[in-house]
C-alpha cells in the first residue's frame, strides 16, 4: 500500500470505529476518459450499513483529507458499503462468513 493510502486509512480509521464500522478496501485510482481521480472507500459493519452512516463518515472524511491536504490536488471521495459481491481480502472477512455460501474466483 502506498503512503498516500496508508495515511487515509489512519485518517479514517477512527472515524469507521465511531459509526461501529470497518473498513474492507480503500481504493485511490484515475477513472474516465479525463483521468480524474476516485478515492473510494468500501465500508461495512454487523447488520450492514446504510446511507446515513455512509454520509457520515464520508462528510467527516472529506473534511479532515482537505484540511490536512492529504490528497493534493482534486479528486472525487465515494465512501460506499462493499455490496454482495464484496472481495474477501483479510483473515477477519472470511472468518465473519464462515458456514455462509461463496463464491472463489483465483486468477495467476
Known sequence: MDATLTRVWELAAPLAQAEAMEIVDIEFRHEGSRGGRVLRLYMD??????VDDLSRV??????????Q???????????????????????EHFLRFVG?????????
Open 100 to 108: 455462509k455460501r461463496i463464491r472463489i474466483r483465483t486468477r495467476d
Open 58 to 67: 464520508s462528510r467527516q472524511l472529506g473534511e479532515l483529507l482537505d484540511a
Open 69 to 91: 491536504d492529504t490528497i493534493g490536488g482534486a479528486y472525487t471521495l465515494e465512501v460506499s458499503s462493499p455490496g454482495i459481491n464484496r472481495s474477501l481480502k483479510k483473515p
Open 45 to 50: 459493519k454487523e447488520g450492514g450499513t446504510n
